[in-house]
């Protein structure tokens, strides 16, 4: 028998084949195998186990994992290793080793031996004070300085962590280049006729003069490549420290042991003078280059979080509480929901809500990425970090800390920065075998010109095969597509397209079919009644108040438009009973005894409720221009109808006629009637529609869609079309950027129309295009640079690759792949 468990706790493929092998020697288990991505343990065995079993051999290995079916969950309890979100920040691994696995304080990955980068986000609980005048007052809360009573200003954030390693890294930079120097310069004076040194002092003293420089460089400089290459030894996970430890390493150590004992070495190791070559300048200037790269790349790597900071600095230090009447300043972080707070003109918005008095424009520009200021006014809800206009208003705060739109932007666009798209996947492929295969060729080269290069052979063969270790460059595999990803999530983020993972991001490029919704999609989403219309001389007003007070109990938008109407007419809402809600079809409910319907003609098909035809007539006459018409029928009697108008937006028409141009077929799926759908899709050129579609009828098309070999994205509310969203391949959430919005689909847009997707489109073609790139180049980098490394120009054209040169052009194979994921951030989308 065969069942499938959910298996929660597992970060990385280490965690799978760890989970999968303690599986697998529970006895009674005949196989089991483990599905990372979607957390699945499917378990074959002889006869039935208990899932306590497998619970408690999760537990005894100590693991932070827990197995459940059927909704029930059996947790592990454990102290986990590392901590999410403690500390002074989240770190996490650059290259994505352990999926998204993250520290709690800085550090070296355990499995690429990179530095760990700190997540940017909003964490930090409180921003100190201090007096512009008097630098040594600090407090946690704004106010006046006691000293000279000026008002205190927000004190500057701590330094980052990766400002803080850039630093480190820059003085030992410079520590090893002030012993390097001297020592490049005794080695490189050996070129030189009748060196003038060797008047100084004989070869062998400067040798150990060489030596003694070494040892700063070695020990303390760049020692911590060398406690990276044996962790990787400890750990058996090889990585481009493996290399540069080895080969350097060895460099160092043989130059050493040539100064103690030049006797044990053969003719081929010695200079005329008899002297054992030494490699104290290849050792020191490979180390600095490699520590100038590490340098570099730590510099490159703060401007990939570039976007996220610019997100950061969007939220103020401060707000205005209004007590009473009475302005106070306050800490951001001391908002609680419901405070009043007063907007100066000029000023950023704190936290979200929604005005309660006055109006003004607001630039949503930094959230919405469109730049034209949105009027607003009382009850119109407003977001953290925009900028308001000219004018002051009052607000309610309705969320505030991470509740807020602007922080959950900043988590999804770290959330997405840290997940690996299915591109990745070669790169993670070859990088496995990579550094064994780049051992096992250096020794084949050393042994190649043993055997068959000129004299001194083994001079030959111990330079070129340090050369090969030092060239090849693992790293920039591994940053080709998280580099890419990062920087065009953040700039995704900016023009308010939230990408939720990289695989939604690299499947957007191969989109060939959209499916929209219409309401709230293509239209407004307000909509509004234009008319009530009474047939059979029945009283207008009293129709008005049954389907006011049926609607009263329906959250759907239409429902709203019919319920503010009423109220507009100033109509009396009574109570209905029996209310009930058919999907994709209307409402019906009983009103002081009277059975009342309010939908479509499948309602009053279902109900058995005949319509005559000049009804359908007049109701078909406003479908076809486009507007919704609902029946309405009084005790199994159509008695009118309702005509509702929800505008299109002005966006849409542009939108789909740049996706149409892109090779994108827009289809419109929409549950109004034909006549209306039809009149829709004129106007906007749309050549395939499909109206009177249930929920489950939007779900079976995609599917129908798929199995024709489309890759379909659906673009929807991101609640109730929440079917279609997961069954499509891409699914896109139109709206504000509620919570339900963002869990609900893989790309929201925040400002909810289709010209956002236009811009996922663009964005996601540019982002897969800037990964081949790093791709391309991380190979053909490696394909071509390992074997010249070896040598293999050496018998054509007499070419040989210094180790030297080679470190440097490693130290720049990571530094070129990111610099071109940073292009990504001046695409116009």
């Not at 090893?176 to 070869?203: D, G, K, R, V």
């Not at 607001?362 to 200021?373: A, H, R």
């Not at 206009?389 to 807020?404: P, R, Y």
């Not at 389907?547 to 959250?555: F, K, M, R």
Request: charged share 20%; net charge negative; with cysteine.
């Amino acid at each position: 028998m065969k069942h499938s468990y959910h298996i929660h706790g597992m970060t990385c493929n280490g965690c799978r084949g760890h989970v999968e092998d303690i599986l697998s020697h529970v006895k009674g288990v005949s196989k089991a195998s483990v599905n990372l991505e979607n957390a699945e343990a499917t378990i074959e065995m002889i006869s039935h186990i208990p899932i306590e079993t497998f619970q408690t051999a999760l537990k005894a290995d100590g693991g932070n994992y827990s197995i459940h079916m059927h909704g029930e969950t059996h947790h592990v309890h454990k102290k986990e290793e590392t901590q999410k979100g403690t500390g002074t920040g989240t770190f996490y691994c650059p290259m994505h080793c352990e999926g998204e696995k993250t520290y709690d304080k800085a550090g070296d990955c355990p499995v690429c031996g990179m530095d760990l980068v700190e997540e940017k986000s909003m964490a930090s609980s409180s921003t100190p004070f201090t007096c512009p005048m008097h630098p040594e007052i600090i407090k946690d809360e704004p106010g006046s300085c006691p000293i000279c009573g000026m008002d205190l200003v927000p004190l500057e954030a701590d330094v980052s962590e990766e400002d803080k390693t850039y630093k480190k890294l820059l003085n030992k930079f410079w520590i090893a280049m002030a012993f390097t120097l001297p020592i490049f310069l005794i080695a490189m004076s050996e070129m030189l006729n009748n060196n003038p040194l060797y008047n100084i002092l004989e070869q062998q003293t400067w040798n150990w003069i060489q030596f003694i420089l070494s040892i700063p460089v070695v020990f303390y400089a760049t020692w911590m490549f060398f406690k990276r290459a044996w962790n990787s030894f400890k750990t058996m996970n090889l990585n481009m420290f493996t290399l540069i430890g080895i080969g350097s390493g060895i460099a160092w150590l043989f130059s050493v042991f040539a100064m103690l004992f030049p006797e044990v070495f053969p003719e081929n190791f010695k200079t005329p003078e008899g002297n054992v070559f030494v490699y104290f300048e290849a050792t020191t200037v490979i180390l600095t280059l490699v520590l100038f790269g590490q340098l570099l790349e730590a510099r490159a790597h703060s401007q990939t979080s570039g976007a996220i900071k610019a997100l950061l600095k969007l939220v103020p230090a401060t707000a205005t509480l209004v007590v009473n009447g009475e302005d106070q300043v306050i800490a951001i972080d001391k908002i609680k929901r419901g405070d009043l707070l007063r907007v100066k003109p000029g000023e950023k918005i704190p936290v979200d809500g929604y005005i309660v008095e006055g109006g003004s424009n607001i630039d949503e520009s930094m959230i919405t990425g469109e730049p034209i200021p949105v009027d607003k006014d009382v009850d119109d809800k407003v977001s953290s970090g925009t900028m308001n206009g000219t004018k002051s208003f009052i607000m309610q705060a309705e969320k505030v800390g991470a509740d807020t739109l602007l922080s959950q932007i900043i988590q999804m666009v770290n959330n997405a920065s840290r997940t690996k798209a299915p591109i990745q996947k070669l790169a993670d492929r070859v990088s496995r075998y990579f550094v064994p295969i780049v051992l096992i060729v250096s020794v084949i080269t050393f042994i190649a010109w043993v055997v068959f290069g000129p004299e001194p052979v083994y001079v030959f063969a111990f330079v070129n095969a340090i050369a090969v270790l030092i060239i090849a460059c693992p790293c920039a595999l591994g940053l080709a597509t998280p580099m890419s990803v990062m920087v065009g999530v953040g700039r995704g983020a900016q023009a308010g397209v939230l990408i939720k993972n990289a695989e939604a991001l690299e499947k957007m490029n191969k989109v060939d079919t959209l499916i929209v919704d219409k309401t709230g999609t293509i239209t407004e989403g307000k909509p509004s009644v234009e008319k009530v219309v009474a047939i059979d001389d029945l009283d207008e007003a009293i129709l008005i108040q049954y389907i006011t007070s049926l609607n009263q109990y329906s959250e759907h938008p239409l429902a709203e438009a019919v319920v503010n109407y009423g109220k507009s007419k100033k109509v009396t809402i009574i109570k209905a009973s029996d209310f009930e809600n058919i999907a994709g079809k209307g409402v019906i409910g009983t009103i002081e005894d009277n059975k009342v319907a309010l939908g479509n003609g499948k309602l009053l098909e279902q109900l058995h409720i005949p319509i005559s035809e000049n009804l359908k007539n007049s109701v078909i006459a406003e479908q076809e221009q486009g507007k919704t018409v609902s029946y309405i029928a009084v005790d199994t009697k159509a008695v009118g109808y309702v005509t509702i108008f929800d505008a299109i937006k002005k966006t849409s028409q542009n939108a789909i006629e740049a996706l149409q141009k892109n090779g994108v077929d827009v289809i419109m799926l929409t549950g109004d009637n034909k006549n209306t759908a039809q009149a829709v899709a004129k106007q906007l050129n749309l050549k395939h529609f499909i109206a009177d579609c249930l929920p489950e009828d939007k779900l079976n098309q995609i599917k129908a869609l798929q199995l024709q070999g489309k890759v379909v994205a659906m673009a929807g509310d991101g609640i109730n079309d929440a079917p279609a969203l997961a069954q499509s391949d891409v699914g896109i959430a139109m709206g504000t950027g509620t919570d339900v919005a963002i869990e609900s689909a893989s790309i929201t847009l925040v400002k909810g129309d289709l010209k956002g997707i236009v811009k996922a489109k663009k964005l996601s073609h540019s982002v897969v295009k800037n990964i081949k790139q790093n791709l391309f180049f991380a190979f053909v980098y490696n394909v071509i640079g390992v074997p010249v490394a070896a040598g293999v120009l050496y018998p054509v054209f007499g070419l040989l690759l210094s180790p030297m040169i080679a470190a440097l052009a490693m130290s720049f194979s990571s530094v070129s792949v990111i610099a071109n994921a940073l292009r990504l951030r001046r695409i116009k989308i």
